[in-house]
């Protein structure tokens, strides 16, 4: 699929701050290590009622700043705890890769509550704060 319409078709969530538009993401810097984007998973969903219409945290970046942030991983298709077993494996996986030369980055999503991060009235995200 076409990136651009991929990104037509999810766009990054912004609300009016003071009569300002304001995008809900964080650019990637070398001071963070990360970038965040909230993007809209329905855009014809105003008011929607299921996490699948509503928004989404998407943040990608080097995996001792991404993985500390997570409380689940994906496993064979499965959503399972994050727990120190499955920490020290990606632990490993990463030291592992950072021996080859490799460079790691890891891949963090989280669907928001529609009865908490609403679209309509849109909600403030203070993503100045996040870093």
Request: glycine share 4%; hydrophobic share 35%; aromatic share 8%.
């Amino acid at each position: 699929m076409d990136l651009e319409l991929t990104r037509a078709e999810y766009p990054i969530f912004s609300y009016d701050k003071h009569g300002k538009k304001v995008d809900a993401k964080i650019p990637f810097s070398s001071e963070h290590k990360f970038n965040l984007f909230i993007r809209d998973l329905n855009k014809n969903s105003h008011n929607p009622t299921s996490e699948d219409d509503n928004l989404v945290v998407v943040m990608k970046g080097a995996p001792e700043r991404i993985i500390n942030r997570c409380s689940k991983i994906l496993v064979q298709g499965k959503e399972v705890d994050f727990d120190a077993d499955h920490q020290r494996e990606v632990n490993l996986a990463n030291s592992s890769l950072g021996k080859l030369g490799e460079r790691v980055l890891a891949l963090a999503i989280c669907k928001l509550d529609p009865k908490i991060f609403t679209k309509d009235p849109a909600y403030p995200f203070d993503t100045q704060t996040w870093k």
